[in-house]
């Protein structure tokens, strides 16, 4: 199974509000409330592919509770650890062709808990073939928790996907432990690097051979409607994807991500990982619900990816 680290898990609430006025009343009947994060929608993605997946990390309180319901009901297979604190709302309210977003720090994780999931990560790591992590850290750990939880998956020569940013990027290229694999977009390679970053393949491929990336067997830099250029070992690729009808894009990320594990676990080639990894983000795209993708369109859009060494 492929097992997904969530460790700052939310309910995403969505406000969809025609004519947002502020410093006022608005109302709306228009609201859903998903579970989300990241790693959620990995995991939701992987279970649209048809993967045996586990979703974990950690959740409190009655907002924990509805992640785990909602995951349960829709057959997803969790095992979080539940902590005094209590898990994240995120608000995204969806008004005049616009997305205005209020996003809770979420809860801080005490010494203890921070110690009893490292022993839950690694009894559930002997189980998965392949483990993904997405997003940034919660309160009250250390940038180096993600190189933690990578070294024991490393001492079980396990597969991993790293999926975050900033400080908690950098942390990890900067430790001995490293990811299989990173999958970073142009905005978070330029925050890494403190330098903008552009998308053409040359510059790519020279910014991918800075010391920084040593070590790291793949680096796929998804580049949005214009496909991805990536890097394995030694050999580097540029991926075209087709013009596709664009719904929503938000979580394409999360859904290359989850193409990429599945690919990883099924010992795919580079090319067909590649093909994969885009096709996943593409079809998330192509809904209107984040993390979700209908898998009818697959085989058309997986033939119209073309990936060249360059
Ligand atoms: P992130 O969400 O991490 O910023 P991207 O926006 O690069 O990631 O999207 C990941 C992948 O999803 C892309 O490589 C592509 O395959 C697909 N994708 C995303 N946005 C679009 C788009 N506008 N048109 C077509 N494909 C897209």
Known sequence: MILTVTLNPSIDISYTISNLKLDTTNRTDKVSKTAGGKGINVTRVLHDLNKAVTA??????????????????????????????????????LHDNQQTEVLESGPTIADDEKLAFLNHFKALVSHANVITISGSLPNGLEDDYYAKLIQFANDSNKKIVLDTSKANLSSVLKSVQKPTVIKP????????????????????????????????????????GDGAFAKHNNR?????????PVVNPVGSGDA???????ALEDKLDDIHLLKQAMTTGMLNAMESVTGH?????YDDLFNRVTVTEY
């Open 236 to 244: 580097f690729y540029k991926v075209n994807i087709p013009t596709i």
């Open 293 to 297: 993708i209908a898998t009818d369109h």
């Open 256 to 262: 290359t991500v989850a193409g990429i594990a599945s």
């Open 56 to 93: 974990t990390g950690f959740i409190g309180g009655n907002l924990g509770k509805a992640i785990v319901k909602d995951l349960n009901e829709s057959g997803i297979q969790n095992d979080f650890l539940s902590i005094k604190g209590e898990t994240r709302n995120c608000i995204a309210i």
């Open 185 to 224: 977009n142009i905005e978070e390679l330029s925050d890494l690097l403190g330098t903008e970053v552009s998308s053409d393949p040359d510059s790519l491929k020279s910014v991918l051979t800075n010391d920084l990336f040593s070590g790291i067997e793949w680096i796929v830099v998804s580049l949005g």
